[in-house]
């Protein structure tokens, strides 16, 4: 099993940045994919960006696509999402998730295990 906390979230201007980070704990964090979400109130839950864990290939939304970077340090078992030039279509929810295995899944149910969330708001 894999606990998973999100931080980072807050409020920003549009044109601004946040760094999203997701602590791992449980078992052994290099063998998941993991992806980051979003949910916007009245909105299904959207995929933004997933890492693999073998070649660490990524994806990126492409709404965020040139805006967001996903980066996974497995020795500190944490997993960052860069956010710059956000605008008020990034807030929400944001979520980290993970799934057993070496490919990510661009679909929430792909995965297994799920933090909290941390809200994103960006303001006009």
């Known amino acids: 099993e894999v606990q998973l906390v999100e931080s980072g979230g807050g409020l920003v201007q549009a044109g601004g940045s946040l760094r999203l980070s997701c602590a791992a704990s449980?078992?052994?964090?290099?063998?998941?994919?993991i992806g980051w979400f979003r949910q916007a109130p009245g909105k299904e839950r959207e995929g933004v960006s997933y890492i693999s864990s073998s070649d660490r290939s990524t994806y990126y939304a492409d709404s965020v696509k040139g805006r967001f970077a996903i980066v996974r340090d497995n020795a500190k078992n944490m997993v960052y999402l860069q956010m710059n030039d956000l605008n008020p279509e990034d807030s929400g929810v944001y979520y980290c998730a993970v799934r057993r295995g070496i490919g990510y899944s661009v679909i929430p149910q792909g995965y297994e295990y799920w933090g909290q969330g941390t809200q994103v708001s960006v303001s006009s």
């Open positions: 449980g078992s052994a964090f290099d063998d998941y994919a």
